[in-house]
């Protein structure tokens, strides 16, 4: 079993939508939350970083931890054609390694 | 503020040879995680530098080595290449004793024959 479990896709949504995009992970240590997102071919760009459970918003983004549940979210409000990518979770203890998914890939249809 | 930069952008080897990968990190950051993404795959850690040593390593076999400079900056040498080898190379930095994340350069995409 892998330690970060995410979905792999692809998602297809029509721009407008609301993205819901979720990984689980198995491992207690696990404090600090990461999403990053992917474009084809390139490195991945840090979205959220979050260290409690609850809720933390930016802009159109939103990364939700539930550490009871072991479950991480991340949404996007009105998605646009640019936000189509691979989106990665990832998580750490209080190493510095990180622990990545394998990744979401979202296509938004205009 | 230059962010994190690799080099070369790609790279074609053949089985058996050897390569070597370069990364600058982000101003400020001192410390320099490699990590492997094959394609379709999540990235996946091969070791971290700090303080031009190796201060931890992911599951790759010793094929797999890296180097850390005075000026932070760092290399990933991987001996007797395999098919298997082929993939995304990341480069991460960060700043050592803080609670702040890694980020990322674009990569260097790594084709073997």
């Known amino acids: 079993q892998k330690e970060v479990e995410q979905d792999p896709g692809p998602l297809s949504v029509p721009e407008g939508a609301i993205v819901s995009l979720n990984c689980t992970y198995s491992?207690?240590?696990?404090?600090?939350f990461m999403w990053y997102r992917q474009y084809s071919r390139k490195g991945p760009e840090l979205l959220m970083y979050?260290?409690?459970?609850g809720n933390k918003e930016d802009g159109r983004f939103t990364a939700q931890v539930d550490k009871s549940s072991k479950y991480i979210s991340l949404f996007i409000r009105d998605s646009q054609p640019s936000d189509s990518a691979t989106y990665l979770c990832?998580?750490?203890?209080?190493?510095?390694?990180?622990?990545f998914g394998t990744g979401t890939r979202l296509a938004v249809r205009p | 503020d230059a962010g994190v930069t690799q080099s070369p952008t790609h790279l074609i080897k053949t089985r058996g040879q050897q390569v070597t990968l370069r990364c600058s990190p982000k101003?400020?950051?001192?410390?320099v995680s490699w990590y492997q993404q094959a394609l379709g795959q999540g990235p996946q850690f091969i070791f971290q530098?700090?303080?031009?040593?190796?201060?931890q390593r992911g599951n790759f076999p010793d094929r797999f080595s890296g180097h850390q400079f005075p000026n932070y900056s760092s290399e990933l040498n991987v001996n007797a290449l395999l098919l298997g080898d082929s993939a995304l190379y990341l480069c991460?930095?960060?700043?050592?004793?803080?609670?702040?994340?890694?980020?990322f350069g674009p990569g260097t995409r790594l084709t073997v024959l």
């Open positions: 991460a930095s960060s700043v050592s004793g803080t609670t702040d994340t890694q980020y």
């Open positions: 491992n207690s240590a696990f404090q600090y």
């Open positions: 979050t260290y409690s459970s």
């Open positions: 990832a998580t750490k203890s209080s190493g510095d390694k990180l622990t």
């Open positions: 101003s400020g950051h001192d410390t």
């Open positions: 530098y700090y303080e031009e040593e190796e201060r």
